[in-house]
Nanobody, 118 residues
């Protein structure tokens, strides 16, 4: 059974840190790119970062560069998003998305809420 479960969200003060986890099961991650998206209230969903599991390459949207880092511990089925120096504008529901490199099929988790207070 294919599963994607995000966790680690919560309430944090501006300048604080959170680590989000994307736990997967049923996937061979080497065949996927892993994306983090976020959707703030009243706004469209936007891509935050992505990692190509096959070679570990990562990309980040400009607004989080230098503050967010994606990582995967070798061989494990969980991908992390370390978020430092959080800002109120980072407040959003964060979603993990897996996209198959061979056919483009995409799979979504249900999201985890991050709230950054002033």
């Amino acid at each position: 059974q294919l599963q994607i479960v995000e966790s680690g969200g919560g309430l944090v003060q501006s300048g604080g840190s959170l680590r989000l986890s994307c736990a997967t099961s049923g996937f061979t991650l080497e065949y996927y790119t892993i994306h983090w998206f976020r959707q703030a209230p009243g706004k469209e969903r936007e891509g935050v970062s992505c990692m190509r599991i096959s070679d570990g390459r990562t990309k980040y949207t400009e607004s989080v560069k230098g503050r967010f880092t994606m990582a995967r511990i070798n061989g494990r089925n969980t991908v992390y998003l370390q978020m430092n120096s959080l800002k109120p504008e980072d407040t959003a529901v964060y979603y993990c998305n897996l996209r198959a490199t061979y056919d483009g099929m995409a799979y979504w988790g249900k999201g985890t809420l991050v709230t950054v207070s002033l």
